[in-house]
């Protein structure tokens, strides 16, 4: 399963992006498909997850009430809508997927089997 994420850009602070990642497996059923990023220096984080089958969603912290990831079944597809973006948002995000991942993983990294090449985000203040 190759990933292939995309819409990471410039912006400046208070601003929005739309990452998306499309995920082309034969069936994403039970998959879990996550958002993680990583700055310049920093050890990759998690930013949000969901569950295809059910849509259950989690987010870090740093980012809930700004960030909302969803999911376009007919495109197999999931995006990352940021809003409100902070120079502190500034990383390279990755998109991952797993296959038959419990909800309770969804935020670990080192659960997922597949990742997408990264797309740049950068915020100016």
């Known amino acids: 399963v190759q990933l292939q994420a995309s819409g990471g850009g410039s912006v400046q602070a208070g601003g929005s992006l739309r990452l998306s990642c499309v995920v082309p497996?034969?069936?994403?059923?039970?998959?879990?498909l996550g958002w993680f990023r990583q700055a310049p220096g920093k050890e990759r984080e998690f930013v949000a997850a969901?569950?295809?089958?059910?849509?259950?969603?989690i987010y870090a912290e740093s980012v809930k009430g700004r960030f909302t990831i969803s999911r376009d079944n007919s495109k197999s597809t999931v995006y990352l809508q940021m809003n409100n973006l902070e120079p502190e948002d500034t990383a390279v995000y990755y998109c991952?997927?797993?296959?038959?991942?419990?909800?309770?993983?969804?935020?670990?990294?080192?659960?997922?089997?597949?990742w997408g090449q990264g797309t740049l985000v950068t915020v100016s203040s």
């Open positions: 991952a997927a797993k296959p038959r991942i419990i909800t309770s993983s969804l935020g670990i990294a080192s659960f997922y089997d597949y």
């Open positions: 497996a034969r069936t994403l059923s039970g998959f879990g």
């Open positions: 969901l569950k295809w089958s059910g849509g259950a969603t």
